[in-house]
């Protein structure tokens, strides 16, 4: 008898944005009319093209392939060494943050590597998340058996809910009690508020003094433009010895349909055992990636390489413009409204809250029902999410443009 894994049977409904999706099917079957008009806000999905220095490393990337000279089979699971470098270079020691090159681990995905990281971490282990939070978090800690069952509210008996609300800024502070593993993610998906220096120092601090360990989605750095605001966790002194920064070219270089990111794992950082011996995570990750996964292809990993060339960087800082020139439409929009706005300006997403009496689901059948628009319900975020709705900045111009216009048509 092959039996399954019962931790599966505890997850709630279906994951957050296939749910969308099945809805949206249904209103489009119902609506053919109105499902041609539909302008898609809700998953962060990018929608530009790669840009010009990507695409010119992968069509020579391709050429080499084409010969038996330049032919690459497997390369090294944890990445090339020229991406390695070139990632521990730019993104840290040109701005003076320690990472090594050989701490910088290649991958197919921040979403993945979210998930992955459980294999190296006990079971045993008090997991904290804040709330709203990017359901991943959730889910994988959920299919990992780190939880109990679900309440009424969806919350997860075992995780400990840090609550994220319009009144702390969407920053949640350390709680009073203990927890072993924290989710971090600043710039936040999905309330697009981003933490002070201050902040992620009281967080560092907090797992000196615990011994904690911070787990940061950095995946949004690259829209931060407020010089004061921290773009990776190892700025804040200590980080080194209690946190794990992953990172996303999905984002930045449009490579949500590529697949290529990266997570950095100090030789600092320590972890302990069953037994009470601190012992390091970096060996353990590098077995675990090693033994899993075969690595990123040398076709992506040099269209990554390109996003360091001067011409990439000038050509993310264009894209990085394009979107925050969309969350700046959408958010005056909402709020020309009346609504309640949040985020869009270090962040591509807007956090809006509901009109009064309006659930979070209501107003996503409202949105695409009265302006054909999908957006993300917050209440699928977690319970403080409720009364809230999140917007994409990620869209065409025209798009955002006309989203904004159809928002001003609704009677509110």
């Not at 045993?124 to 709330?131: E, G, K, L």
């Not at 980080?239 to 070219?249: D, G, K, Q």
């Amino acid at each position: 008898m092959a039996f399954l894994n019962d931790n599966y049977l505890k997850l709630k409904a279906g994951y957050l944005f296939p749910e969308i999706a099945r809805r949206v099917k249904v209103f489009a079957e119902a609506n053919p009319e109105a499902a041609k008009r539909i302008i898609r806000c809700g998953i962060g999905d990018v929608t530009e093209p790669l840009p010009a220095a990507v695409v010119t490393a992968m069509h020579k990337a391709v050429d080499e392939m084409a010969t038996r000279a330049g032919f690459h089979g497997y390369g090294p699971e944890q990445g090339y060494e020229w991406l390695r470098h070139a990632i521990a270079e730019n993104d840290f020691r040109a701005r003076g943050i320690e990472v090594a090159d050989d701490e910088i681990f290649v991958s197919d995905g921040s979403k993945c590597d979210c998930g992955n990281i459980l294999d190296i971490l006990g079971g045993q282990n008090r997991i904290a998340i804040t709330d709203p939070v990017y359901p991943v978090y959730v889910d994988t800690n959920v299919m990992a058996g780190h939880t109990g069952e679900a309440d009424a509210s969806g919350a997860y008996a075992g995780l400990i809910y840090l609550d994220c609300t319009a009144e702390n800024g969407f920053v949640a502070a350390p709680p009073s009690e203990h927890a072993d593993v924290i989710y971090l993610c600043f710039p936040n998906n999905p309330t697009g508020a981003v933490a002070t220096r201050e902040q992620l120092a009281a967080w560092v601090a907090y797992a000196q003094e615990h011994q904690s360990l911070i787990l940061f989605d950095a995946a949004y750095e690259a829209y931060i433009s407020d010089p004061a605001v921290p773009r990776s966790i190892y700025e804040i002194p200590g980080a080194r010895e209690v946190a794990i920064e992953f990172r996303s070219f999905s984002k930045n270089g449009g490579f949500t349909g590529t697949r290529c990111a990266f997570i950095v794992v100090p030789k600092t950082l320590m972890a302990s055992t069953a037994g009470g011996d601190r012992k390091p995570l970096h060996p353990l990750w590098s077995r675990r990636h090693t033994t899993k996964f075969n690595g990123v292809s040398y076709i992506v990993q040099r269209g990554a390489e390109a996003l360091y060339s001067p011409e990439g960087k000038a050509q993310i800082a264009a894209l990085v413009e394009h979107y925050m020139g969309n969350a700046r439409i959408l958010r005056e929009a909402a709020s020309a409204v009346g609504l309640r706005v949040f985020g869009g300006v270090n962040a591509p997403y807007i956090w809006v809250s509901t009109p009064a009496e309006t659930t979070s689901w209501q107003m996503f059948d409202r949105m695409l029902g009265e302006a054909n628009v999908v957006i993300t319900p917050g209440s699928g975020f977690g319970a403080m999410g409720e009364g809230y709705f999140r917007i994409s900045a990620f869209n065409s111009r025209a798009n955002a443009e006309e989203v904004a216009r159809r928002m001003k048509a609704i009677a509110w």
